[in-house]
């Protein structure tokens, strides 16, 4: 593991990648309700680049959702988190999609990621 830190940090000295670079785990949030209609998730925010990566604003589609940022900064090499709670109780679907918008200080501002939620 330690390795392999040291070969990213290698990389990106390498590559002469200063400003924040974000990268978001997984690519897409499928999430499933328990029987009171409530999903929750987290979304691991990686900072692949050489300076700490604000996270300055992440907003949801629906206020069915609630977004709680756990790590802000987040520093190179490290992993933060975004926490990802949805009331599925007034949806007339059983799939439903919640998009994120996700502003930081990384090079491409503005991030869209899609959370699927199951009732």
Do not use: H
């Not at 206020?63 to 990802?84: Q, S, W």
């Amino acid at each position: 593991m330690r390795l392999g830190l040291v070969a990213m940090v290698v990389a990106i000295i390498a590559a002469g990648q200063t400003s924040p670079v974000l990268r978001l785990v997984p690519p897409r949030l499928d999430l499933q309700a328990d029987t009171s209609g409530f999903a929750m998730g987290y979304v691991q925010v990686l900072n692949q680049g050489g300076e700490p990566l604000e996270i300055r604003s992440v907003t949801a589609s629906c206020k069915c959702a609630a977004i709680t940022v756990l790590k802000n900064p987040v520093y190179p090499l490290e992993v933060g988190r975004i926490m990802v709670r949805v009331n599925t109780r007034q949806w007339t679907d059983t799939t439903g999609t919640v998009e994120l918008e996700i502003i930081t200080n990384a090079a491409d501002s503005l991030t869209r990621y899609t959370v699927r939620v199951r009732r």
